[in-house]
């Protein structure tokens, strides 16, 4: 079982939708961070969280450290979301930053 | 405020031969991570270097290697390249501690012919 597991792999939505996709993890974390990367490659950091909630825009995390689950929602979708969403936990190492363990992603397609 | 370099954008090389990928962090960064992406295994983390030293280090074969300079630059090489070598490498810079979002480069892809 992988220590991150994301939900769905794949999303086609509608402009003007509202998106949630979900991330779990099953190992003790500093951070949880939220990913965007367009085709081509580039990796654009979204969140980065430690609890409770961000907004940003039209994009708001949440995370639940309790039950080791975080949600990614996008509110009006537009097809410029259109991209892979990347959940990755990052596991401390005694106080210095840690390293990324990362979810196989979200593909999401808003058609217009 | 620059963002984080990666050189060269493409590189095709074939099996056995080394190669050698370059990462330039934002100004004021110590801490560089470097990750291998695989449309089979995803992403994936090789190591990470803070101060000119090797911090944190995943589980990848010792062909994979790196060094980081005094002004925080990074290179990552690769020995005795194979097939399955093949792949997106990504490098993002921080601050380098607990707290800090790490900002990544548009990557490197690697072909092995």
């Known amino acids: 079982k992988n220590e991150v597991e994301q939900s769905p792999q794949n999303l086609t939505a509608q402009e003007g939708e509202f998106i949630t996709i979900n991330c779990s993890y099953s190992?003790?974390?500093?951070?949880l961070h939220w990913l965007q990367q367009h085709p081509g490659g580039g990796i654009v950091s979204l969140f980065m969280?430690?609890?409770g909630k961000k907004k940003h825009g039209r994009l708001i995390a949440t995370i639940n450290i309790q039950e080791k689950h975080s949600s990614l929602h996008i509110t009006a979708s537009h097809p410029r979301d259109s991209a892979v969403y990347i959940c990755?936990?990052?596991?401390?190492?005694?106080?210095?930053?840690?390293?990324?363990?990362f979810g196989k992603g979200t593909k999401l397609s808003v058609k217009p | 405020k620059a963002g984080v370099t990666q050189t060269p954008r493409y590189l095709i090389k074939t099996r056995g031969q080394q190669v050698t990928l370059s990462c330039s962090p934002i100004?004021?960064?110590?801490?560089v991570s470097w990750y291998q992406q695989t449309p089979g295994q995803g992403l994936q983390f090789l190591f990470e270097?803070?101060?000119?030293?090797?911090?944190n280090k995943g589980n990848f074969p010792g062909r994979f290697s790196g060094r980081q300079f005094s002004n925080s630059r990074s290179e990552m090489n690769v020995s005795t390249l194979e097939l399955g070598d093949s792949a997106l490498y990504l490098c993002?810079?921080?601050?380098?501690?607990?707290?800090?979002?790490?900002?990544f480069g548009d990557g490197t892809r690697l072909s092995i012919l």
């Open positions: 969280l430690s609890s």
């Open positions: 993002a810079s921080s601050l380098g501690v607990v707290g800090q979002p790490q900002h």
């Open positions: 990755a936990v990052e596991v401390n190492y005694g106080g210095s930053q840690g390293n990324l363990i």
């Open positions: 270097y803070f101060s000119e030293t090797q911090r």
């Open positions: 190992v003790g974390i500093s951070a």
């Open positions: 100004s004021g960064h110590r801490s």
